[in-house]
DNA sequence: TTAATTTACTTGCAAATTGCAAGTGAAATT
DNA sequence: AATTTCACTTGCAATTTGCAAGTAAATTAA
């Protein structure tokens, strides 16, 4: 048993997770699972960059299949469902750091110089604290 | 003047930097040319992952244009063109070295546990080593 | 010196993916 | 009981991708 599972278009570790989220979205929802702290649809269809419904869908479809994010019913809404990374998305956490500092350094966003100091002075630390911040919220 | 420039989706470092290799190819090109030394058309054409000729002409323009990569002829056989990494992307360096451990952790890669020990123990070196490389053989 | 080959593409077209607008059904609110 | 909210699905046009074939310039072979 097991999914269909399309084939792998080599072994190569990156091409691998290219597969799961070389696309322009799901890095998008990922982001906002994992660093923004939105856990439902709606929040989730709010973002900045305006995904389509069916996108978002598609998405957290892949994602759960993947066993990158788990969904479950809201015990206090029955019409919502709270979408939760898993800790295969946490692990997710360093690269996206990472890109984020390539991002900020990239195209010379002022903004975000404080992050990027931090990424480069004490990126260990910077990477745990929002692991952690991640798990406790996701009660892993 | 200037390239004329779609929009910004958003101010996110993040988005910014998945507008240009957020797609299934422009990494995989990328890996080519950083850490795998493919710096010729047809070299590039020969991926493990079979990359279509319309496709791959489309994203060295692209990685051009966004001073990713630079194009020179070939002193030695005027058809061919060399495609070297700038220091702009030498930066994703770490990004892809973090990409690469995820992949083999979650596809439980086992030919490549080697590269993972030492992207968990020695990371800074690897990295260092990794650009250093690539920078003697782009002369930058 | 002419013909064949190699290289780096471009072109045309079918198939797949994306984006947008509207619709649906279940659960909550009024 | 009627309306609203929520998480989607559906239909369709537009864009992107993949595949096959073609082209022009440079090199090599005959």
Do not use: I
């Given at each position: 048993m097991g999914s269909p599972a399309e084939p792998r278009r080599s072994d190569c570790p990156i091409s691998f997770a290219l597969e799961i989220?070389?696309?322009?979205?799901t890095l998008i929802v990922l982001r906002d699972l994992l660093?923004?702290?939105?856990?439902?649809y709606r929040e989730l269809l709010e973002c900045d960059e305006g995904i389509a419904t069916n996108v978002l869908a598609e998405r957290l479809k892949r994602l759960e299949h993947r066993k990158l994010i788990t969904r479950k019913r809201d015990p206090a809404d029955a019409r919502q469902f709270i979408y939760l990374p898993t800790e295969l998305a946490v692990d997710l956490v360093p690269m996206l750091v990472e890109m984020t500092a390539w991002g900020i350094r990239t195209s010379n966003n002022k903004a975000a110089s404080g992050f990027l100091k931090r990424a480069e002075t004490e990126r260990d630390n910077l990477i745990a604290e929002l692991q952690q911040k991640i798990r406790t919220a996701a009660n892993l």
């Open positions: 989220f070389g696309d322009r979205w660093l923004r702290s939105h856990n439902r």
